[in-house]
């Protein structure tokens, strides 16, 4: 499990646990952890170390070259572990300069007693100013200015400071949270805030959601965590946590010899008004190419004769098919006619498994009947295998997944799209919770909630996936899966990661992320559930 811990969760585990030690010994854990975490840093690139890819695993010993690191120590204890990192990388022979507040009446006694270790130290102390940060040449900073103890929003010269940094080209490492990010919902702390961007940061005691969503994943760059040596008992159970393959990878069946495609389920894409062709395509595409047996596209009207580029396709009028026939994935370029409203309607109504997207969430926003319906089809629902599977699980009654973007989240819950992504995780569960569905709340740090409550949020994907189309990929992938008989929770995990990994795959060579097109996700994606396949994840 790589569980997901809000502040609150954090600060009484960390209560719990220096109960039980010395005054002061997490804060030196902590900072002999982002000493070591820092040393690896300086070790693995030098002279002027870029972002790498992965948080380097070992430190060769550090030539002594003129190695100059600054180290912004704010007035709490994030400052303090600030503090204690400084006198760590002091005594190992490192130039260190540290920007700090002064000390006040009000700091605790462990940050008292990391200001006087850093004070015996090497390290020479400066106020916190952004012209002190632009004179150095440093080779890596540590930013501890603020942690999840941040209360108000970065400003006046301390906001100029974090702009200087921001400005820096060597790796910045964040001590538990870059400074100005909220660590339980990744929005910057406002109004008009600023956060520090890092390179890297070392998170402590446990992971924590804003880094991995939002603005997370643009500040907190890799993160790290050191868990300082905590009882795992004092750990609450997390009810939130990362996405990774053992979610889901068991529900992917590898193909048996004698299948046929009546094995593999019947997907029906619904969608494609005058003028929006190619978004049903797209899914309908992905939803082949994800290994369903058979692939429909069901046009609102004048159905197109064939795809012409994918004539495996069979495309119909929407009005003369049987929903029951299908995995329906209902939304793509659907448009908000009468007749769309209908047949988002009728989707409802069928018992088969369902996705909800785009055009059609709007349509679900703007129609409270719809909306109970919805919210109503588990409960009415013939428990089918895919609900039993569900049942086992996590939830019966979550037959539908719904994938909305922000602005389609946030239509659906009456809000603006600032105060859904000021709470994405409280958003996605608030809405599954409303409407008794799986919901995909896409964006940077995907969160996937179910009604019950249980959330996830994906760390595969990047900025590559900003183009048109990419939504439509990932309902017609995350069909095609429900068609293979997979639950929709499970299915919806797998979607949102391979969809991500895909785009991961395609950035690392080349393809993106600046360019590449929603349809070169299709066969990246086609690769990585083969891939999965042939690590023998998949049974
Ligand atoms: N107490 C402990 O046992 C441990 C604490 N740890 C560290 O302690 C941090 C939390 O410490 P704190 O609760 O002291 O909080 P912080 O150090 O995050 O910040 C709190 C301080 O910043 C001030 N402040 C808040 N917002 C401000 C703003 N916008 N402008 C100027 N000043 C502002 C507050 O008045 C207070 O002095 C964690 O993030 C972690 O880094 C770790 O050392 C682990 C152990
Ligand atoms: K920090």
């Known amino acids: ?71 912004l120590a ?73 942690g999840i103890g941040l209360a108000r929003p970065i400003g006046g010269a301390l906001r100029a400071l974090v702009e200087a940094v921001n400005q820096l080209p060597c790796p910045v490492l964040a001590l538990d949270v870059p400074s100005g990010l909220d660590a339980d919902t990744g929005a910057i702390v406002g109004p008009d805030g600023i956060a520090l961007r890092a390179s890297h940061t070392i998170t402590f005691i446990g992971d924590k959601p804003g880094l991995h969503t939002n603005e997370g994943r643009d500040h907190a760059g890799i993160v790290e965590v050191a868990h300082l040596d905590i009882d795992p008992a004092l750990l609450p159970t997390a009810e939130l946590q990362l996405n990774r393959l053992e979610l889901f990878a068991r529900h992917l069946h590898a193909r048996r010899h004698s299948g046929h495609k009546g094995t593999y389920g019947n997907v029906a894409v619904i969608g494609g008004a005058t003028g929006m062709r190619g978004a049903p395509i797209l899914s309908a595409r992905a939803a082949l190419h994800a290994g369903a047996g058979r692939v429909y596209v069901l046009f609102p ?76 089809r588990g409960a009415t629902a013939e428990p089918t295998q895919h609900a039993l599977q569900a049942a086992r699980l996590l939830d019966a009654s979550a037959t539908a997944v719904l994938t909305p973007h922000p602005l389609e989240a946030a239509r659906l819950l009456g809000l603006s799209v600032a105060a859904v992504q000021a709470d994405r995780v409280a958003a996605a569960r608030t809405l599954a919770a409303r409407l008794q569905a799986v919901v995909v709340l896409k964006g940077s740090g995907t969160v996937i909630a179910a009604p019950g409550g249980d959330c996830v949020i994906n760390p595969t ?28 929770w499970p299915a919806a995990l797998a979607a949102v990661w391979l969809h991500g990994a895909a785009a991961d795959e395609l950035a690392a060579s080349g393809v993106g992320p600046i360019g590449m097109t929603a349809g070169e996700l299709i066969p990246a994606i086609r690769a990585g559930i083969n891939r999965l396949a042939r690590l023998n994840l998949v049974r």
């Open 1 to 71: 499990m790589k569980p997901l811990y809000r502040s609150a969760d954090i600060r009484a585990i960390e209560h719990a646990a220096a109960a039980e030690l010395p005054e002061g010994e997490l804060m030196r854990r902590a900072g002999r952890a982002a000493a070591a975490a820092a040393q690896r840093l300086l070790s693995s690139a030098a002279p002027h170390p870029g972002p790498a890819d992965t948080f380097p695993d070992r430190a060769p010993a550090l030539q002594r070259l003129q190695v100059r690191v600054l180290v």
């Open 74 to 146: 704010g007035p709490g204890n994030n400052g303090g572990d600030a503090l204690e990192a400084a006198a760590h990388l002091a005594d190992a022979g490192i130039s260190v300069t540290v920007l700090h507040s002064r000390p006040g009446n009000a700091q605790s006694p462990e940050r008292a007693a990391a200001w006087r270790r850093a004070a015996d130290s090497s390290a020479r102390f400066e106020e916190l100013s952004a012209p002190a940060v632009q004179t150095g040449d440093w080779q890596l900073v540590i930013d501890g200015l603020f």
């Open 301 to 376: 009207e004048d159905p197109l004769p064939a795809d012409s580029g994918q004539p495996e396709l069979m495309c119909r009028l929407a009005e003369g098919y049987d929903f029951g026939q299908a995995t329906l994935a209902i939304g793509p370029g659907l448009g908000d006619s009468a007749t769309a409203a209908d047949l988002l309607a009728r989707a409802i109504a069928s018992q088969g498994p369902l996705l909800v997207d785009a055009d059609a969430l709007n349509l679900l926003a703007h129609t409270p009947a719809l909306q109970r319906a919805l919210a109503s």
């Open 461 to 488: 994907g990047n900025p590559a996936l900003a183009t048109a189309g990419t939504g439509d990929v990932l309902s017609g992938l995350c069909a095609a899966l429900l068609a293979q008989g997979c639950p929709p």
